[in-house]
């Protein structure tokens, strides 16, 4: 059920009417907002449906300057949105597959905490284990069949800024470029192997995990307290790692140190960094980031907004920077990636003339789910002048990127063909 829309829809009516029963809990989440998505799911129809769609105030608080990063952040491969740090499309040109540390983007919503490795332990508890809480050090994990597994992280928001610079109709929170993606090789501990040792009991609904960087206030002053977001039993018992290790070395602080969640091909916000402990629970949760954000609000969606999010959508990108002056008469090599939520990516088109012909892109990795694939096309410009390059990738699903993206208020999955205007010199 985890990666299908329509049974993560009916789930999460299911969830609804067990909150409105008095059966699932919701700390940190106000009770007009329940309502608001008792309404918009069709489990009460007597709310009034005037109630306000949260706008801008959920995840996306942004301070000075990459504040609370402890990795340096050069300029030639990041740009800095507040807490957070984006990786210049560009600068992955010839890294690899994999993103080097180095240049893997960074999406706090506080700040970086340092954590003692020999001091952790992750906590597991709740009313969804048939004995008592357990506690697990770094070393009880490392003890455990390791799996190691490539995939990427990718913002919800990721690509976001196009809702305004393309379909001229902004939305809120980070303005992403395409950089908020990262693939690297995960390795660690299953996460069924933790819960089951812990005492998973059969009726165990929901898993949440959480953080243990700062409380998260917004900037109207609202605590939400610790980053965490509820997953279905179903996904957390499927291919969830407890990951200690990112590409062969321990996780670096930013990226989640000592152990964070990695949640395949799910939006970023599942993967928690700096994992504290893990509820696990008989009756469903509810955290701000299943509710407030990480669902999509707006004209087209109901007022409470769709399903929680759970799967990345389709993208594709150039590794060239915005505006790049490229030569004409001179054969160019254009290079990028595309990458979806849903399956492997079989093809990437490639248009050099704003999209009246397309010519295949010539693909450098076999597609696999949960990651990205390379790409490469010549190209030799003739006229001088403004031109845009657009790429557009097929999944495995038989999806195509389309030509624009409907609009929802915070900028969540964008995945229209962006149009990345280069210039042609004489
Ligand atoms: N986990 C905690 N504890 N705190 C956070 O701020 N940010 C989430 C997720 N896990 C976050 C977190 C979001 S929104 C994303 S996109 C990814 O971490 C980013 O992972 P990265 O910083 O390693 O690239």
Redesign the pocket.
């Known amino acids: 059920m985890t990666g299908d829309i329509e049974s993560e829809a009916s789930y999460d009516r299911r969830r609804l009417h067990q909150w409105r029963a008095g059966l699932a809990r919701a700390e940190g989440v106000g009770r007009r907002d329940m309502l608001r998505l008792l309404a918009a799911a069709g489990v009460v129809s007597a709310v009034p449906v005037a109630l306000p769609a949260p706008a801008a105030r959920a995840?996306e608080h942004a301070g000075p300057t990459g504040e609370g990063i402890v990795k340096p952040l050069p300029p030639e491969l990041f740009t800095v949105h507040g807490t957070n740090a984006e990786t210049r499309f560009e600068a992955l040109a010839g890294t690899g597959f994999t993103t080097p540390i180095s240049h893997?983007?960074?999406?706090?919503?506080?700040t970086t905490p340092r954590i003692d490795a020999a001091a952790w332990e992750l906590r597991v508890r709740g009313d969804g284990l048939t004995g008592g809480a357990r506690r697990f050090g770094l070393a009880d994990l490392k003890r455990l069949p390791p799996v190691t597994r490539t995939a990427f992280?990718?913002?919800?928001g990721n690509a976001r800024n196009y809702f305004k610079t393309q379909q001229d109709r902004p939305a809120s929170g980070t303005p992403w470029g395409t950089g908020?993606i990262?693939t690297a090789r995960w390795r660690g501990a299953r996460l069924s192997d933790v819960l089951r040792l812990a005492g998973l009991s059969p009726r165990a609904v929901d898993v949440m995990p959480r953080?243990?960087?700062d409380e998260y206030v917004t900037s109207d002053g609202t605590n939400y307290g610790?980053?965490r977001r509820p997953l279905p039993v179903s996904k957390a018992l499927d291919d969830v790692l407890l990951a200690y290790e990112m590409n062969g070395v321990p996780l670096p602080p930013?990226?989640?140190f000592p152990v964070?969640l990695l949640v395949p091909s799910w939006v970023?916000?599942a993967?928690?960094?700096?994992l504290g402990d893990i509820e696990v629970s008989t009756t469903p949760l509810y955290s701000p980031w299943n509710t407030d954000s990480y669902r999509l609000f707006g004209d087209a969606y109901p007022p409470g907004g769709s399903a929680p999010l759970t799967r990345q959508t389709l993208k594709s990108a150039f590794e060239l920077p915005w505006n790049a002056r490229l030569s004409a008469h001179t054969r160019h090599r254009l290079t990028g990636r595309a990458w979806s939520g849903a399956g492997a990516v079989t093809r990437v088109e490639v248009s050099t003339d704003g999209g009246t012909s397309w010519r295949p892109a010539r693909l450098r990795d076999p597609g696999r789910p949960g990651s990205w694939t390379r790409w490469s096309i010549p190209w030799t410009p003739r006229e001088p002048g403004p031109a845009a390059l657009l790429s557009r990738a097929t999944d495995s699903t038989g999806r195509t990127q389309p030509e624009t993206t409907v609009h929802n208020t915070q900028g969540y999955l964008f995945d229209a063909v962006l149009r990345h205007a280069v210039t042609v010199e004489a």
């Open positions: 995840a893997f983007f960074v999406r706090n919503h506080t992280v990718e913002c919800a908020a990262g953080g243990l960087d610790r980053v930013d990226h989640g964070r970023g916000i993967s928690i960094k700096w």
